[in-house]
């Protein structure tokens, strides 16, 4: 018999988000700006960081800093890709507006099965960016080729700078 892990909360899938979103801009990302772009204290990032650390899904040097292990990175990359799928989807076949998407996409990315996102991505094409023009992690959680090209590693990891 083998036991499943549980789910990583909302929470957990949100600082990883975050995680990876500063990475782009500075790397490793400090407990501060992750504090301060999450808006929490300091305190609430440290101890978060701490957990993501024994979960594996990310490493931590005191003073020196945090980054995404590949199992940290991937669900980054799976939310990103949920949120922007979702965008689209609320845009382009419901009809929302889309300085609505966002937040509704937000509140959806969390929920949203594996199965679900497979459908929406064919449903939608296969789409490679979201109504706002960000790249879409492909299925493989891949940049598109055109994203992926821009330039270095750190383009390559986050090729678009990271508002939504």
Not at 4 to 26: C, F, H, N, V
Not at 67 to 91: F, M, P, Q, S
Not at 109 to 124: N, P, Q, V, W
Request: aromatic content about 4%; cysteine-free.
């Amino acid at each position: 018999m083998t036991v499943e892990k549980p789910a990583l909360t909302d929470a957990i899938q949100d600082y990883l988000r975050e995680i990876y979103k500063l990475g782009s801009e500075e790397d490793p990302v400090s407990v501060t700006a992750l504090a301060k772009r999450l808006g929490v204290s300091p305190a609430s990032a440290s101890a978060m960081v701490k957990k993501l650390a024994a979960l594996g899904l990310a490493e931590h040097r005191p003073y020196g800093g945090v980054t995404l292990t590949a199992a940290g990175e991937r669900v980054a990359l799976e939310i990103i890709r949920h949120h922007r799928l979702l965008e689209l989807y609320l845009a382009e076949t419901l009809g929302l507006d889309i300085d609505d998407v966002h937040d509704e996409a937000e509140r959806l990315e969390h929920a949203i099965s594996e199965e679900l996102e497979a459908k929406i991505d064919r449903a939608l094409g296969y789409p490679t960016h979201d109504p706002h023009g960000d790249p879409i992690p492909d299925r493989d959680l891949k940049w598109p080729q055109s994203a992926a090209a821009a330039s270095s590693r750190r383009a390559k990891r986050s090729p678009r700078s990271f508002t939504r």
